[in-house]
T-cell receptor
Framework: NAGVMQNPRHLVRRRGQEARLRCSPM?????VYWYRQLPEEGLKFMVY????????ESGMPKERFSAEFPKEGPSILRIQQVVRGDSAAYFC????????????FGDGTRLSIL | SQQGEEDPQALSIQEGENATMNCSYK?????LQWYRQNSGRGLVHLIL?????REKHSGRLRVTLDTSKKSSSLLITASRAADTASYFC???????????FGTGTRLTIIP
């Protein structure tokens, strides 16, 4: 009974490169959320997706960031032309397709920008 | 400012004692969730309490919700060293599934 799987666990990129973070939700979960956590802070919402649809991207920076959740395969958070300020832990969560259900989190991807 | 704010920011107690953490929020909510995060790991879901509920229990955990005061508390009884972690409350609004997190309480259990 696998939980939410994120990979890679650690990712190092140089400024200007692209970062691709992957998230496979729990089996049976069709809702995926991405959050970002800076050191010593709480998580900040970025984007909420259902299969093939972006439902809420109000927390996502307008430039360089994009997310998808295709019909087949994991959800992808893509950061283009990374900058030092993108260094953070990025967490993915998934939930069942009904309201008032808990979100289950993966162990995150720690992104470091050199 | 944070929708959820935990109090205290840090708490150290002796093993076996009870730990109480509080959370305040600003807007109407659909539910409130408590999570635990160990250093360098993801969040582990502890309890979800709906806006029409006042109290929930799960093992050594007890959560209360007071919607009139827009506050919640998490009580951990008979604490253990393994309870050392950061604890976050997160709120969900009606018609909006995203969670808004507080800054967390760092709990240290002293053996």
């Amino acid at each position: 009974n696998a939980g939410v799987m994120q990979n890679p666990r650690h990712l190092v990129r140089r400024r200007g490169q692209e970062a691709r973070l992957r998230c496979s939700p729990m089996k049976g979960h069709s809702h995926v959320y991405w959050y970002r956590q800076l050191p010593e802070e709480g998580l900040k919402f970025m984007v909420y997706l259902q299969k093939e649809n972006i439902i809420d991207e109000s927390g996502m920076p307008k430039e360089r960031f994009s997310a998808e959740f295709p019909k087949e395969g994991p959800s992808i958070l893509r950061i283009q032309q990374v900058v030092r300020g993108d260094s953070a832990a990025y967490f993915c969560a998934s939930s069942l397709s009904v309201s008032n259900q808990p979100q289950h989190f993966g162990d995150g991807t720690r992104l470091s920008i050199l | 400012s944070q929708q959820g704010e935990e109090d205290p920011q840090a708490l150290s107690i002796q093993e076996g004692e009870n730990a109480t953490m509080n959370c305040s929020y600003k807007t109407s909510i659909n539910n409130l969730q408590w999570y635990r995060q160990n250093s360098g790991r993801g969040l582990v879901h502890l309890i979800l309490i709906r806006s029409n509920e006042r109290e929930k229990h799960s093992g050594r955990l007890r959560v209360t919700l007071d919607t009139s005061k827009k506050s919640s508390s998490l009580l951990i009884t008979a604490s253990r060293a393994a309870d050392t972690a950061s604890y976050f409350c997160a709120t969900s609004n009606f018609g909006n599934e995203k969670l808004t997190f507080g800054t967390g309480t760092r709990l240290t259990i002293i053996p």
